[in-house]
């Protein structure tokens, strides 16, 4: 990115060099790679350092390291970026290295880690490592642990981990905006033994909300529960990669939560057990199986499968509000009203006048409203037997038969073996015992009004 080399080039690097990072010295700042991508890069492989099997995270990445004297280096820029939500809307946000969330940091149980951190963001900062095991005053807490880092300076977090797990990271200064405009990410801890709970796949995102008014780039910042794009790692449905499998894998997918709310998170055609939580690796006698597991707020959860069920598998929060795009919450329930006469009389006025739900909302997945510039439908995406009527916190487990070790690119929609879809029923049908069993009486219906869910 430009604004990158033409910070670290010259008078800038030396001199943000001269006092704060003088213990390792200015000359040494280890290079600050940036992605320019929203789509998940293949796992990297370790080029040096203790080996372990490294993950994928879904629409993102993992940073470099350089190994310098007995540690593992990496540096973080602390700025605002530009994130393609889904394909279609683009979001002004702040991050890491040219996304958010930023990029997965991933070491190995015994690693000494030195992390360098260069705020390039209009106000002060701050990374807090949220589950790792150091000293206090590597925690990143802003005026409790250290001073805030000033905008154009960097500083330099030092500590040995203890222990393997996944934890993440965030900002500890002014906590509320900075998490709200999307600062944060993943860091990763194998461990020392590489076949200890070694899997095949191993997935991580992030659970992280924004508040994006229709035809606007930048999320509202003071938003404490009416957030209207739920993510994983800053995507919403289609926007997010599907998990690709094989048959047969041992699959582990790490989860964290980010936003101000629980998300159960639910997978079809399998179960699951969580073998790992905030505090580290759950013992096999103390798991059981679970098909949606609900992740509270700060929480971590690892849950593990072996992928023996080929298929398209929906993988999602089961808050069917957290499934939905932008929109407005002040529609009332229509269903069973009959207002054909209203609807024709307000188009004479208002052409692009639609009535919303009277046989259920279904129709929103394939009719194309008239929406604001950078804005997402509500429900879209279209599967192999037409629109799947989602948004936000969805995605797909695909499970193959003969995929590569390495290979992570979408295989399209599944083949189902014949004779194993739900099909039509072409044969009689009962009379239904009364008429008005299929039209309620509209007076009964409820009208949702705003805030009356947000409580979720
Ligand atoms: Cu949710």
Same mark, same amino acid.
Request: charged share 20%.
């Given at each position: 990115m430009n604004t990158r080399r033409r910070f670290l080039g010259g008078a800038a690097a030396a001199a943000l060099g001269a006092?704060?990072?003088?213990r390792v010295g200015?000359?040494?700042?280890?290079e600050a790679p940036t992605m320019d991508k929203a789509t998940m890069q293949p796992p990297l492989a370790p080029p040096s350092g203790r080996p372990y099997q490294p993950v994928a995270t879904l629409n993102g990445w993992t940073l470099p390291w350089r190994m310098k004297d007995g540690w593992k280096e990496v540096h973080l820029v602390a700025e605002p970026v530009v994130r393609?939500?889904? !394909? =279609?809307m683009k979001a002004n946000l702040w991050g890491y290295n040219g996304q958010s969330p930023g990029p997965t940091i991933e070491c190995v149980e015994g690693d000494k880690v030195r992390i360098f951190v260069t705020n390039r963001l209009p106000e002060h900062t701050t990374i807090h490592w949220h589950g790792i095991l150091l000293p206090s005053g590597m925690? =990143?807490? +802003? +005026?409790?642990t250290q001073p805030q880092i000033p905008s154009g300076k960097t500083f330099v977090y030092e500590f040995a981990v203890k222990k393997s797990g996944t934890f993440m990271y965030h900002p500890h200064a002014d906590e509320m905006v900075q998490m709200a405009m999307g600062m944060h990410g993943f860091l990763v801890v194998h461990p020392k033994? !590489?076949? /200890? @709970? @070694?899997?095949d796949r191993d997935f991580v995102f992030l659970l992280n909300a924004f508040d994006i008014? !229709?035809?606007?780039?930048? !999320?509202?910042?003071?938003? #404490?529960?009416? /957030?209207n794009l739920w993510c994983w790692n800053t995507r919403v449905f289609p926007g997010i990669d599907p998990l690709v499998v094989r048959k047969g894998d041992r699959v582990r997918i790490r989860i964290g939560n980010l936003t101000m709310t629980n998300h159960p998170i639910h997978l079809h055609g399998y179960e699951f057990v969580v073998s790992g939580t905030d505090g580290g690796w759950v013992r096999p006698e103390a798991q059981w199986p679970e098909v949606t597991v609900d992740i509270a707020v700060g929480q971590m959860r690892a849950i593990e499968f072996v992928a023996d069920a080929p298929g398209d598998w929906a993988f999602h929060?089961?808050?069917? *509000? *957290?499934? #939905?795009?932008? #929109? =407005?919450?002040?529609?009332?329930? #229509?269903? +069973?009203?009959?207002?054909r006469g209203i609807a024709r009389k307000v188009m004479n006025v208002v052409p692009d006048y639609m009535v919303m739900g009277?046989? +259920?909302?279904?129709?929103?997945?394939e009719m194309e409203m008239p929406l604001p510039d950078n804005t997402l439908p509500m429900m879209t995406g279209t599967g192999p037997f037409g629109p799947i009527e989602m948004g936000g916190m969805f995605t797909v487990v695909k499970v193959r038969e003969r995929?590569?070790?390495d290979d992570y690119a979408d295989p399209g929609w599944y083949k189902h073996p014949p004779g194993t879809v739900a099909y039509e029923w072409t044969g009689e049908l009962p009379k239904p015992a009364r008429a008005e069993a299929v039209h309620p009486d509209p007076k009964a219906l409820t009208v949702r009004r705003r805030g009356g869910h947000s409580g979720h």
């Amino acid at each position: 990115m430009n604004t990158r080399r033409r910070f670290l080039g010259g008078a800038a690097a030396a001199a943000l060099g001269a006092g704060l990072i003088s213990r390792v010295g200015a000359a040494s700042l280890p290079e600050a790679p940036t992605m320019d991508k929203a789509t998940m890069q293949p796992p990297l492989a370790p080029p040096s350092g203790r080996p372990y099997q490294p993950v994928a995270t879904l629409n993102g990445w993992t940073l470099p390291w350089r190994m310098k004297d007995g540690w593992k280096e990496v540096h973080l820029v602390a700025e605002p970026v530009v994130r393609e939500i889904a !394909p =279609g809307m683009k979001a002004n946000l702040w991050g890491y290295n040219g996304q958010s969330p930023g990029p997965t940091i991933e070491c190995v149980e015994g690693d000494k880690v030195r992390i360098f951190v260069t705020n390039r963001l209009p106000e002060h900062t701050t990374i807090h490592w949220h589950g790792i095991l150091l000293p206090s005053g590597m925690d =990143g807490v +802003g +005026g409790l642990t250290q001073p805030q880092i000033p905008s154009g300076k960097t500083f330099v977090y030092e500590f040995a981990v203890k222990k393997s797990g996944t934890f993440m990271y965030h900002p500890h200064a002014d906590e509320m905006v900075q998490m709200a405009m999307g600062m944060h990410g993943f860091l990763v801890v194998h461990p020392k033994n !590489p076949a /200890f @709970r @070694r899997v095949d796949r191993d997935f991580v995102f992030l659970l992280n909300a924004f508040d994006i008014e !229709p035809g606007a780039r930048t !999320p509202k910042v003071n938003t #404490m529960l009416d /957030f209207n794009l739920w993510c994983w790692n800053t995507r919403v449905f289609p926007g997010i990669d599907p998990l690709v499998v094989r048959k047969g894998d041992r699959v582990r997918i790490r989860i964290g939560n980010l936003t101000m709310t629980n998300h159960p998170i639910h997978l079809h055609g399998y179960e699951f057990v969580v073998s790992g939580t905030d505090g580290g690796w759950v013992r096999p006698e103390a798991q059981w199986p679970e098909v949606t597991v609900d992740i509270a707020v700060g929480q971590m959860r690892a849950i593990e499968f072996v992928a023996d069920a080929p298929g398209d598998w929906a993988f999602h929060c089961h808050k069917s *509000h *957290h499934t #939905m795009n932008a #929109m =407005g919450h002040d529609v009332p329930t #229509m269903i +069973g009203v009959d207002h054909r006469g209203i609807a024709r009389k307000v188009m004479n006025v208002v052409p692009d006048y639609m009535v919303m739900g009277e046989r +259920g909302m279904a129709d929103m997945g394939e009719m194309e409203m008239p929406l604001p510039d950078n804005t997402l439908p509500m429900m879209t995406g279209t599967g192999p037997f037409g629109p799947i009527e989602m948004g936000g916190m969805f995605t797909v487990v695909k499970v193959r038969e003969r995929l590569a070790r390495d290979d992570y690119a979408d295989p399209g929609w599944y083949k189902h073996p014949p004779g194993t879809v739900a099909y039509e029923w072409t044969g009689e049908l009962p009379k239904p015992a009364r008429a008005e069993a299929v039209h309620p009486d509209p007076k009964a219906l409820t009208v949702r009004r705003r805030g009356g869910h947000s409580g979720h």
